[in-house]
T-cell receptor, first 115, second 111 residues
Framework: KAGVTQTPRYLIKTRGQQVTLSCSPISGHRSVSWYQQTPGQGLQFLFEYFSETQRNKGNFPGRFSGRQFSNSRSEMNVSTLELGDSALYLC??????????????FGEGSRLTVL | AQSVTQLGSHVSVSEGALVLLRCNYSSSVPPYLFWYVQYPNQGLQLLLKYTSAATLVKGINGFEAEFKKSETSFHLTKPSAHMSDAAEYFCAVSKNNDMRFGAGTRLTVKP
């Protein structure tokens, strides 16, 4: 069974640009969660999607958005990039709305550098 | 809202020594508790989870954790450290579809 796939793995952007990250969950998983990981703030929850609906949202500005498609693939978008958005963005999938049972399966992440 | 606190951002042990990584949680009712491991340039991998079935939980790679309600703790242990255990470890708590991670503990294993 293929794992969670995130693309791209690495990318460099400049301030003010926007970026779209993609996540393909494990086949059959309907929930996708996104996390931002930085050395200073650790792992911070961005949002969770389940069956194309946002179920939960973390404390991030509106520049951070996401969506989920009917095949459960998810994208997140960050607009008007700031230097502080440099981070590893992790996607995690689970069978159900996942965090209640903790069976989150993580991808390897997309490392974003903002110059 | 529930949260977890990991005591010690860095822990260093010698190969073959006991590994003890500390995690305390705050929650009004027993939550689900987890330990995840992250190797360099990789995502997180579930080590073990507590879901109220048994207080001593055994995970992968020889790790185990004990849920102690009286101490609100869920410390991770391994009797004998291996070089391959060097990684960052995250404790997490989940309740009502809200999962929160601790700040992480970086484990270094010295030869």
């Amino acid at each position: 069974k293929a794992g969670v796939t995130q693309t791209p793995r690495y990318l460099i952007k400049t301030r003010g640009q926007q970026v779209t990250l993609s996540c393909s969950p494990i086949s059959g998983h309907r929930s996708v969660s996104w996390y931002q990981q930085t050395p200073g703030q650790g792992l911070q929850f961005l949002f969770e999607y389940f069956s194309e609906t946002q179920r939960n949202k973390g404390n991030f500005p509106g520049r951070f958005s996401g969506r989920q498609f009917s095949n459960s693939r998810s994208e997140m978008n960050v607009s008007t990039l700031e230097l502080g958005d440099s981070a590893l963005y992790l996607c995690a999938s689970s069978l159900e709305s996942g965090s209640s049972t903790g069976e989150l399966f993580f991808g390897e992440g997309s490392r974003l550098t903002v110059l | 809202a529930q949260s977890v606190t990991q005591l010690g951002s860095h822990v260093s042990v010698s190969e073959g020594a006991l590994v003890l990584l500390r995690c305390n949680y705050s929650s009004s009712v027993p939550p689900y508790l987890f330990w995840y491991v992250q190797y360099p340039n990789q995502g997180l991998q579930l080590l073990l989870k507590y879901t109220s079935a048994a207080t001593l939980v055994k995970g992968i790679n020889g790790f185990e954790a004990e849920f102690k309600k009286s101490e609100t703790s869920f410390h991770l242990t391994k009797p004998s450290a291996h070089m391959s255990d060097a990684a960052e470890y995250f404790c997490a708590v989940s309740k009502n579809n809200d999962m929160r991670f601790g700040a992480g503990t970086r484990l270094t294993v010295k030869p």
